[in-house]
């Protein structure tokens, strides 16, 4: 059974930074493309980062481009998301995502979902 536990999530000032994490068990973490999606209230949920099996890939939706970084530790099993120059607008839920297939699919897609962790950022 395929788990994806997000962590790291938490209320911040407008300019803050959190570092969100994705601990995945029960699959072949190193050939997954991993990711992120939000959903803000009342919105729909929001592609925002994935990045490739080998980490080489790594697009972003334009609105975070320059302040969030996505990374992979393939040892750990476990993917960040590290949020700088945080603003009210990126308040949501943050969610991992997974997909054997390819960064595409993680993108449009995913084949899993974590449970989700909540960021708040106060103006």
């Known amino acids: 059974q395929v788990q994806l536990v997000e962590s790291g999530g938490g209320l911040v000032q407008t300019g803050g930074s959190l570092r969100l994490s994705c601990a995945a068990s029960?699959?072949?973490?190193?050939?997954?493309?991993m990711g992120w999606f939000r959903q803000a209230p009342g919105k729909e949920r929001d592609f925002v980062a994935a990045i490739s099996s080998g980490g080489e890939y790594t697009p972003y939706t334009d609105s975070v481009k320059g302040r969030f970084t996505i990374s992979r530790d393939n040892a750990k099993n476990t993917v960040y998301l590290q949020m700088n120059g945080l603003r009210p607008e990126d308040t949501a839920d943050y969610y991992c995502?997974?997909?054997?297939?390819?960064?595409?699919?993680?993108?449009?897609?995913?084949?899993?979902w974590g449970q989700g962790t909540q960021v708040t950022v106060s103006s």
């Open positions: 995502v997974a997909s054997r297939v390819s960064t595409s699919r993680v993108r449009t897609s995913p084949d899993y």
């Open positions: 029960g699959l072949t973490f190193s050939q997954n493309a």
